[in-house]
């Protein structure tokens, strides 16, 4: 039986943190762990079709489980928000 090493997906590290601009009551949502891609795919998407959203939510399934790096998602995520014309703000800190 394989083991799967799973990342701690609460940690920040080597994740640029962002902030997507969001309809509805919650305005902007702040990304700054591999988590916070996850909640936002899943909770707070405008939608749960198009390509680059599906591939941002397999990409982020494998993140967390160790195959990919936590950057990976972060991509994934800003090229499903490019295609749901979510704007993006990038944070510097």
């Known amino acids: ?5 799973i990342v ?3 940690r920040s590290e080597d994740f640029a943190p962002l902030i997507l601009v969001m309809g509805g009551q919650e305005k902007h949502r702040l990304i700054r762990s591999l988590r ?3 909640e936002t795919l899943v909770a707070a ?9 599906i ?3 397999r990409t982020c399934l494998d993140a967390i489980q160790g195959n990919i790096p936590a950057k ?3 991509t994934a ?11 993006v703000i990038a944070v510097v800190h």
């Open 1 to 5: 039986m394989q083991t799967v090493d």
């Open 8 to 10: 701690d997906w609460h």
């Open 36 to 38: 916070e891609v996850a």
């Open 45 to 53: 998407w405008p939608t749960d079709n198009g390509k680059e959203y």
């Open 55 to 57: 591939a941002a939510v």
């Open 72 to 74: 990976a998602a972060r």
């Open 77 to 87: 995520l800003l090229r499903a928000a490019e295609e749901a014309r979510l704007p």
